[in-house]
Nanobody
Framework: QVQLVESGGGLVQAGGSLILSCAAS????????MGWFRQAPGKEREFVAA????????YYGDSVKGRFTISRDNAKNVMYLQMNSLKPEDTAVYYC????????????????????WGQGTQVTVSS
């Protein structure tokens, strides 16, 4: 079955950096677009970043543009999220997500586009 496993979360001071990883199995990783979302306590899950199946196209949420970078290694079935200049408001559980097929319109910021989700990794940014 499909498994998405996030790692790399932790506690970091404001202004610091973290790299999150999402290891995928059970799906044709190189054939699907992928996304990162996050959810803070008491808030809805929000779009962070997305990357096309080839890695050639990326999108970012307004709150992370210029600070976060999404990438992928199709040979290793891993997606990454490089997070720089972290702020306390970046504190959340971060989830990676994948659709079951590339054969539908890529609504990269919509939770409903993605069929598979990881268990999440906690990122806490202290001020």
């Amino acid at each position: 079955q499909v498994q998405l496993v996030e790692s790399g979360g932790g506690l970091v001071q404001a202004g610091g950096s973290l790299i999150l990883s999402c290891a995928a199995s059970g799906l044709t990783f190189s054939g699907v677009n992928m996304g990162w979302f996050r959810q803070a306590p008491g808030k809805e899950r929000e779009f962070v970043a997305a990357i096309s199946w080839s890695g050639g196209t990326t999108y970012y949420g307004d709150s992370v543009k210029g600070r976060f970078t999404i990438s992928r290694d199709n040979a290793k079935n891993v997606m990454y999220l490089q997070m720089n200049s972290l702020k306390p408001e970046d504190t959340a559980v971060y989830y990676c997500a994948a659709p079951s097929t590339r054969l539908r319109a890529w609504v990269y910021g919509a939770r409903g586009y993605y069929d598979y989700w990881g268990q999440g990794t906690q990122v806490t940014v202290s001020s």
